[in-house]
């Protein structure tokens, strides 16, 4: 089992930044990626960035240039350093913890990005 932990969501003005952080704990040596998700009102949950336990990343389109994730390295804690951020990435982003068997999801972190 792993537990998660997010923080770092809020009220952003367009063009500024965010870092959100993910904190594993429990059964950390079974994760073989984390990662961060969202979701908008009226959409699907989508990928927005993950990151294996041997560092190659993988990110969607939309974010490319904008947004890095990051983690370290007993692979307990994944960032998602969010800059350039635009009113369509506001959603609840979710982060994904991926073990050979299962995923475990946080509860969700509101991001909003308005004026």
């Known amino acids: 089992q792993v537990q998660l932990v997010e923080s770092g969501g809020g009220l952003v003005q367009p063009g500024g930044s965010l870092r959100l952080s993910c904190a594993a704990s429990?059964?950390?040596?079974?994760?073989?990626?984390m990662g961060w998700y969202r979701q908008a009102p009226g959409k699907e949950r989508e990928l927005v960035a993950a990151?294996?336990?041997?560092?190659?990343?993988n990110y969607a389109d939309s974010v490319k240039g904008r947004f890095t994730i990051s983690r370290d390295n007993v692979m307990n804690t994944v960032y998602l350093q969010m800059n350039s951020l635009k009113p369509e990435d506001t959603a609840v982003y979710y982060c994904?913890?991926?073990?050979?068997?299962?995923?475990?999801w946080g509860k969700g972190t509101m991001v909003t990005v308005s004026s």
């Open positions: 990151i294996t336990r041997g560092g190659s990343t």
């Open positions: 994904n913890v991926r073990t050979r068997s299962s995923d475990y």
């Open positions: 429990g059964n950390i040596f079974s994760i073989i990626a």
